[in-house]
């Protein structure tokens, strides 16, 4: 089964997709960036999150990525501008020490919402490494994908 790129035209030219015969479903998508931090940056961790003179970083990244969720569509040309029902964002250290980002954002409507969820959770890996390299450089974003969707033509769930 051979798949075609959805963004061209027949002429091979950037195309927005037209949405206007899809149905109208409730969909959701659930994106997960993870952040590896030196351990200088981890010994600021206390109380669930780290503490800076820009102020809370986890509480900023949350924020951060939430507003990033809903402009996605004016960051990405071919994305439809949405208006996201909800965005929840949850950051904290995983079983490895290494902070785990994820945005889940839904609507219900006629497209996706994949696009919001990764933007969402890679600005808030960005915002980390932004509010945290005053103490160290050596911060990786190592992953940032998705994990699950719902509601369009085809689910999806990240196999582990």
């Given at each position: 089964?051979?798949?075609?790129?959805?963004?061209?035209?027949?002429?091979?030219?950037?195309?927005?997709?037209?949405?206007?015969?899809?149905?109208?479903?409730?969909?959701?998508?659930?994106?997960?960036?993870?952040?590896?931090?030196?351990?200088?940056?981890?010994?600021?961790?206390?109380?669930?999150?780290?503490?800076?003179?820009?102020?809370?970083?986890?509480?900023?990244?949350?924020?951060?990525?939430?507003?990033?969720?809903?402009?996605?569509?004016?960051?990405?040309?071919?994305?439809?501008?949405?208006?996201?029902?909800?965005?929840?964002?949850?950051?904290?250290?995983?079983?490895?020490?290494?902070?785990?980002?994820?945005?889940?954002?839904?609507?219900?409507?006629?497209?996706?919402?994949?696009?919001?969820?990764?933007?969402?959770?890679?600005?808030?890996?960005?915002?980390?490494?932004?509010?945290?390299?005053?103490?160290?450089?050596?911060?990786i974003i190592k992953e940032t994908?998705?994990?699950?969707?719902?509601g369009g033509k085809r689910d999806?769930?990240?196999?582990?």
């Amino acid at each position: 089964m051979s798949k075609e790129f959805t963004h061209l035209d027949a002429a091979g030219n950037p195309s927005m997709v037209d949405v206007g015969t899809k149905r109208i479903t409730r969909r959701s998508a659930t994106a997960r960036s993870i952040v590896v931090l030196d351990k200088e940056i981890l010994l600021h961790f206390e109380n669930e999150d780290i503490r800076t003179k820009k102020g809370p970083v986890f509480q900023t990244a949350v924020l951060a990525g939430v507003m990033a969720a809903k402009r996605t569509g004016e960051l990405i040309p071919l994305c439809h501008p949405l208006g996201l029902e909800n965005c929840q964002i949850n950051i904290f250290l995983n079983k490895n020490n290494e902070v785990q980002i994820e945005c889940t954002a839904s609507l219900t409507g006629k497209t996706g919402v994949e696009m919001e969820a990764l933007t969402g959770a890679s600005i808030a890996a960005l915002t980390i490494y932004d509010m945290c390299k005053a103490f160290s450089h050596n911060i990786i974003i190592k992953e940032t994908r998705l994990v699950e969707k719902t509601g369009g033509k085809r689910d999806f769930r990240l196999k582990v």
